[in-house]
């Protein structure tokens, strides 16, 4: 009695998470190493586009030597990042003598399922429980044991390690390549939609030169936004040529960006010609200490066919009290204009 | 290195002092045979010396042993710099007991049993019949007893001094060795401190044309990732924006990750080969660095004592680099510094106390067991913490989380710090094997090893040109100067509350709070000291914030600072300035040094393990 009634609460606690995924095709199937499998399903959105991708698991799981089988609906987003689980009506989770899940556990199952840091799901499945005799001592330190217990439901360990495991394993590198097989323009902005530094990396990491010159707003609003090394790493992978078309946005953006993204952007400006006003700004931003950002705008700025710019760069460099290195000087000095009775005045470094 | 031997050193010392009274002071860690006595130097600065300890983990160690020569035989007083360490918590007999023998007779005295504190114990008087002595040590109990110094005098009138600088001024003036400090060199640059950081700076200024003197006060490299502390690599290398730098810590760190290991795991050895095989570095190991002269805002000289013979070596250089941990060097030179917690105001950091406080983190006392085929006795000791089985942790290992002394000062209480840390270990281990309702499961389990040298993780922190903040880690503000990446997270750790329930006011376990950071390069302003022109920092010493410090304190990161250093000191050479010049004028040649990397680019990556918890996007 006690038991069905704890089950019909459950349920109502649950029901809420039952949405019927719009599955309107079949991806791929996912082969179990225990030699079970599932089938995923993309999952799109009302415009038709994909959104996620779905799948019924159906597991045998065993605690203590007693299996019995699991049937929820996995959830991942586009780029295979585990999203959430959902229950399927009649099919409860509980846990070592049937002992069924309270509304805490399902929740902390969400919890495991969405953490790639665990440490318990790192330990091989036949080492998770040390089976020693019950008067021996536990290998373990006092540490370690402690963390796993903390990481996982008391009574479903298995339940949590086998889970996790389906969730973060073959399934996401099939996910990502099958992403990747249908990776359009509507696609990629739907992948930059997740605002994910994963998304964004994985974007950064396999679109080609082809795709990134028709995608440049998207990933140019990523780059004004990165975080971390985000946006450093995505100049880098980006062909020189979406800077050629895109001074402005380096115009407007460039005092912003970190020390580093600025050092990257000037490398792909190497093989690029530069307006005038791009060429005004770097030398604006030139520091009064000196740097390798400060070689790199110089020896941009030598390239330039602009007298004034020249004259501007001279100004910078005697005013900052900026030592060029010996080969910039030369250059400078093999330059004619008006601003060489100036040069005198520049320092020098090796 | 060379000695001066003892028994010149003892009669030339003898004739100067008196011509007719003998008074001779010997060493016991100038020893000839340590026996299974260990050199412990840790807190030399406090109580004045290093000294000889009987770290059995239970069981008596084997004698030490020297032999003296008197000038004249006859009847001296004995007295023995000793102390009880044990009593300050118990009462109830003395952990560390021990004999002094006399041609392997032993006098009456059992030492090691009164004062709590360092002194002078009168060992009664000995008949002296050969002019030629044999002295031991006679460990009583296998738990810590230790012994400084012994006298022996003949002199009716004369009484050993217990004043801490009249010590030092009468050891001083005995062994002459402050007089005339061997002179060593000439270097470009002096490294004090022979861990991670120290080790990897001294490599990376040798391989990049620098003479380097690296000095460390134990017998081995590694400081926490030695042997004797064993504490395993943390932190991650390769990173950006420096993607070369911590080549040189995969070249020269352990392969094997593990905290409380056996003793191979960290590969002492491969640290010390790869020092030795540099050309530009002359290695001090033993050699605790003490004192400095300063003129104009630079240190000029800084002198180090040898560890075992008292020795004193003085090194000049133009740029010094403390990577003590401690902050020694920068504290002797008067370097600004910082310790304990800043309040919120200070910094505006989140994580700060709103009142700043003397909390640090603590230090480890590791240890573990092994199980041998019988059944393995260990002392019921009377003087441990009083334990029943609440307190007991039924475990054969004891992590980086058994950690003590936070809120204590981790240089002039460092003595009780590592005591009680030890204290308690012991305190457990004979309640599991003796009085433990599982006590059985024990049975066959012997300790195998606990830390003498205990793992430190905060001190001094030297102020720079900036002091990193918890800010500039969790919103990734990056300046021009970054050099080494952190990458750990900010890791604190707080005394454990549940043990803290236990054992109010005196916690000796620790629980750690972590907050997950991207990569953060570490900028050199951080990495040099604000008032003293030519010293450098790496390691757990340098210029960041109590929350900073959580996590540039990682062994892998103070490597790569090292290596940077090291960059830094061949920039100094070459430029003929200081650190703060680098900054200013020539920090495009460091930064080119520092895409080029020193360590060796072609072997395989090992450095795979404890890598911690990152907000970068790692690949799969």
Same mark, same amino acid.
Request: glycine share 10%.
């Given at each position: 009695m006690k038991l069905s009634l704890a089950f019909l609460i459950l349920l109502g606690c649950f029901s809420f998470l039952w949405i019927p995924p719009k599955k309107e095709g079949f991806a791929f199937e996912i082969e179990l190493k225990n030699g079970g499998s599932f089938e995923v399903f993309e999952v799109k959105n009302e415009m038709g586009g994909l959104e996620k991708y779905t799948a019924n698991i159906q597991a045998p799981v065993c605690e203590e030597g007693v299996c019995y089988p699991i049937s929820l609906i996995f959830n991942w987003n586009l780029i295979g990042e585990f999203m959430n689980y959902e229950m399927i009506d009649g099919e409860p989770l509980t846990k070592l003598d049937h002992v069924p899940f309270l509304p805490k556990d399902y929740e902390k199952l969400q919890l495991i399922l969405t953490d790639k840091d665990l440490s318990f799901v790192k330990i091989p499945a036949e080492e998770l429980v040390v089976k020693t005799p019950k008067d021996s001592v536990d290998g373990y330190?006092?540490? !370690?044991?402690?963390?796993?217990? $903390?990481?996982?439901?008391?009574?479903?360990?298995?339940?949590?390690?086998?889970? =996790?495991?389906?969730?973060?394993?073959?399934?996401?590198?099939?996910?990502?390549?099958?992403?990747?097989?249908?990776?359009?323009?509507?696609?990629?902005?739907?992948?930059?939609?997740?605002?994910?530094?994963?998304?964004?990396?994985?974007?950064?990491? +396999?679109?080609?030169?082809?795709?990134?010159?028709?995608?440049? *707003?998207?990933?140019?609003?990523?780059?004004?936004?990165?975080? &971390?090394?985000? %946006?450093?790493?995505?100049?880098?992978?980006?062909?020189?040529?979406?800077?050629? $078309?895109?001074?402005?946005?380096?115009i407007a953006h460039y005092p912003h960006f970190d020390y580093y993204t600025q050092l990257a952007l000037l490398n792909k400006l190497n093989s690029v010609v530069l307006n005038e006003p791009l060429e005004s700004l770097l030398i604006e931003n030139l520091s009064s200490r000196n740097s390798a950002l400060n070689q790199k705008i110089t020896t941009l700025i030598l390239k330039t066919t602009h007298q004034l710019i020249l004259e501007k760069l001279v100004d910078q460099l005697i005013q900052k009290k900026i030592a060029l290195t010996t080969t910039a000087y030369q250059q400078l000095e093999s330059l004619s204009g008006s601003f060489r009775d100036k040069i005198k005045e520049i320092e020098k470094v090796n | 290195m060379k000695r001066l031997p003892l028994l010149v050193m003892l009669l030339v010392a003898n004739i100067c002092l008196s011509q007719k009274f003998t008074t001779l002071f010997v060493e016991a860690e100038s020893f000839k045979n340590k026996g299974? =006595?260990?050199?412990?130097?840790?807190?030399?600065?406090?109580?004045?010396? %290093?000294?000889?300890?009987?770290?059995?983990?239970?069981?008596?160690v084997e004698d030490a042993s020297t032999t003296i020569t008197f000038p004249k035989i006859g009847t001296y007083k004995v007295y023995v710099r000793t102390r009880n360490w044990s009593a300050q918590w118990s009462q109830v007999e003395a952990a560390g007991q021990f004999q002094v023998l006399i041609n392997d007779q032993p006098l009456e005295r059992v030492f090691g049993k009164d004062n709590p504190k360092w002194h002078w114990s009168e060992g009664g008087t000995v008949k002296i019949m050969a002019k030629e002595t044999k002295i031991s040590l006679k460990d009583l109990t296998g738990f810590n007893g230790?012994?400084? @110094?012994?006298?022996?005098?003949?002199?009716?009138?004369?009484?050993?001094?217990?004043?801490?600088?009249?010590?030092?001024?009468?050891?001083?003036?005995?062994? /002459?060795f402050d007089k005339n400090p061997k002179k060593v060199g000439p270097f470009d640059f002096v490294v004090v401190g /022979?861990?991670?950081?120290? !080790?990897?700076?001294?490599? %990376?200024?040798?391989?990049?044309?620098?003479?380097?003197?690296?000095?460390?006060?134990?017998?081995?490299? /590694? &400081?926490?990732? %030695?042997?004797?502390?064993?504490? +395993?690599?943390?932190?991650?290398?390769?990173?950006?924006?420096?993607?070369?730098?911590?080549?040189?810590?995969?070249?020269? *760190?352990?392969?094997?990750? &593990?905290?409380?290991?056996?003793?191979?795991?960290?590969?002492?050895?491969? $640290?010390?080969? @790869?020092?030795?095989?540099?050309?530009?570095?002359?290695?001090?190991?033993?050699? +605790?660095?003490?004192?400095?002269?300063?003129?104009?805002?630079?240190?000029?000289?800084?002198?180090?004592?040898?560890?075992?013979?008292?020795?004193?070596?003085?090194?000049?250089?133009?740029?010094?680099?403390?990577?003590?941990?401690?902050?020694?060097? *920068?504290?002797?030179?008067?370097?600004?510094?910082?310790? /304990?917690?800043?309040?919120?105001?200070?910094?505006?950091?989140?994580?700060?106390?709103?009142v700043a406080d003397n909390l640090t983190m603590g230090a480890s006392v590791q240890w573990f067991s092994e199980k041998k085929n019988e059944p393995v006795p260990f002392p019921n000791i009377k003087w441990g913490l009083p334990w029943d089985?609440?307190?007991?942790?039924?475990? !054969?290992?004891?992590? =980086?989380?058994?950690?003590?002394g936070m809120g204590l000062d981790m240089k002039l209480d460092f003595e009780q710090i590592r005591d009680y840390g030890m204290l308690a270990v012991y305190s457990n281990w004979s309640y599991l094997k003796n009085n433990a309702k599982n006590k059985e499961k024990f049975a066959n389990e012997s300790l195998k090893w606990v830390a003498f040298v205990a793992g430190k993780r905060e001190s001094l922190r030297l102020k720079g040109d900036y002091v990193l903040i918890e800010q500039d880690l969790t919103e990734h503000r990056v300046y021009p100067d970054g050099t080494a990446p952190t990458s750990w997270t900010i890791d604190l750790h707080y005394p454990d509350p549940e043990n803290s329930k236990l054992f109010p006011g005196a916690a000796f376990k620790s629980i750690a709070k972590h907050v997950k950071i991207y990569p953060y390069p570490i900028p050199f302003r951080c990495l040099y000291s604000k008032n003293i022109n030519n010293l450098m920092m790496a390691g757990r010493d340098i210029s960041v914030s109590h929350v900073a410090l959580g996590t540039v304190r990682l062994m892998r990161t103070g490597g790569m600072m090292g290596e940077v250093l090291g960059m830094a000191a061949a920039v100094c050479k070459k430029e003929n300035t200081n650190p703060r010049g680098i900054y200013q004028n020539y920090f495009a040649e460091l930064e080119s040094l520092m895409q080029k990397g020193v360590g060796k680019t072609n072997i395989p990556q090992k450095q795979t393990y404890n890598l911690g918890g990152t907000l970068l996007n790692v690949n799969k």
């Open positions: 330190s006092g540490a !370690t044991k402690e963390t796993i217990k $903390k990481e996982i439901i008391e009574g479903a360990l298995y339940t949590c390690y086998t889970l =996790w495991h389906i969730a973060h394993g073959a399934v996401v590198d099939s996910i990502e390549q099958h992403t990747l097989k249908k990776l359009d323009k509507v696609l990629i902005e739907q992948v930059a939609k997740l605002r994910k530094q994963s998304a964004n990396y994985f974007l950064i990491n +396999h679109l080609t030169d082809k795709q990134f010159e028709e995608n440049t *707003g998207v990933v140019l609003t990523l780059i004004k936004e990165g975080k &971390g090394y985000f %946006s450093k790493n995505a100049i880098e992978k980006m062909p020189s040529s979406v800077f050629q $078309k895109n001074q402005a946005f380096i | 299974g =006595w260990v050199v412990d130097q840790q807190f030399m600065d406090v109580m004045g010396s %290093s000294f000889l300890m009987a770290h059995g983990m239970g069981k008596t230790r012994c400084d @110094a012994l006298i022996f005098t003949n002199d009716p009138n004369f009484k050993p001094i217990e004043d801490l600088q009249k010590l030092a001024d009468f050891r001083n003036n005995y062994f /002459g /022979g861990g991670m950081a120290g !080790t990897c700076a001294a490599i %990376s200024a040798a391989r990049n044309g620098v003479k380097v003197a690296l000095i460390q006060n134990r017998p081995v490299l /590694g &400081g926490n990732n %030695s042997s004797e502390v064993r504490v +395993h690599l943390g932190g991650r290398i390769n990173l950006e924006p420096y993607p070369q730098l911590g080549n040189l810590v995969n070249e020269i *760190g352990p392969d094997e990750g &593990g905290n409380a290991q056996p003793k191979e795991y960290y590969e002492d050895d491969k $640290k010390l080969q @790869a020092v030795l095989k540099e050309q530009n570095i002359a290695l001090f190991l033993n050699y +605790h660095a003490n004192r400095v002269e300063i003129k104009e805002g630079n240190i000029e000289k800084v002198f180090a004592t040898n560890i075992e013979t008292g020795e004193k070596v003085v090194f000049e250089a133009p740029l010094f680099a403390d990577c003590t941990g401690d902050g020694t060097i *920068g504290y002797l030179a008067g370097a600004e510094y910082m310790t /304990g917690r800043e309040s919120k105001a200070t910094y505006g950091e989140p994580t700060a106390p709103e089985e609440e307190k007991a942790e039924e475990i !054969t290992k004891g992590d =980086w989380e058994w950690e003590t």
